[in-house]
């Protein structure tokens, strides 16, 4: 009997961690913008994305760009932590020096950092309009860097948030209760066999 009872505690113990999930968030995370390209030089637009920490843990943060927008992308911050309810706005900037149509993301990993666990995703989506321009720069420095024009009707409300977090705590619990339930079953079908 305390054999059944040590592998009731067992398999409960296993199961937690399954509640246990990453919330993540970005603000400004998505945008499109239409920047002049000219011949003589490249054009670089600054960006940020703000990531928030929602959790109550630190959580490891790491950022890269898509395979669509590598060709353009300078990571400014790559690799931080953030405490629990603390943001950052995490740089890279555009170096466009053809005109194009570009559209990718930037690819925000939220990890924990003080336990073994996975990570949560989010990507902040980017849309370029690379436009060309004839004139040539009177400006003599290179490479030149100009404002963008950020089309508001597409990017999202400034905190969007990873709602399946939430979704991943519920089955989480779900599956611990069945996980009981099949296992205090187990038990009395085990205990009236003898």
């Known amino acids: 009997m305390n054999t059944k009872i040590i592998g009731l505690m067992v398999i409960f113990l296993v199961s937690l961690p399954l509640v246990f999930s990453l919330r993540a968030a970005l603000g400004s995370a998505n945008a499109a913008l239409t920047v002049d390209v000219f011949p003589d030089h490249p054009t670089i637009v600054n960006r940020y994305v703000t990531v928030i920490n929602q959790n109550n843990e630190s959580v490891k943060i790491e950022l890269f760009p898509a395979e669509e927008l590598v060709n353009i992308t300078e990571m400014v911050d790559t690799n931080f932590t953030l405490l629990p309810g603390e943001a ?107």
């Not at 890279?92 to 073994?116: C, E, L, M, N, T």
């Open 88 to 194: 950052r706005n995490a740089s890279f900037r555009f170096v466009i020096s053809q005109p194009d149509d570009y559209k990718g993301s930037i690819r925000v990993k939220f990890i924990p950092a003080d336990r073994i666990g996975a990570g949560v995703g989010l990507d902040a989506t980017y849309r370029i309009f690379a436009i060309a321009k004839n004139e040539t720069s009177s400006q003599t420095e290179t490479p030149r860097e100009v404002p963008s024009k950020n089309h508001s009707n597409i990017s999202p409300p400034p905190n969007e948030t990873n709602n399946g977090a939430k979704a991943n705590w519920v089955v989480g619990v779900i599956l611990i209760v069945i996980i009981i339930a099949g296992g205090i079953g187990a038990y009395f079908a085990l205990g009236k066999k003898k």
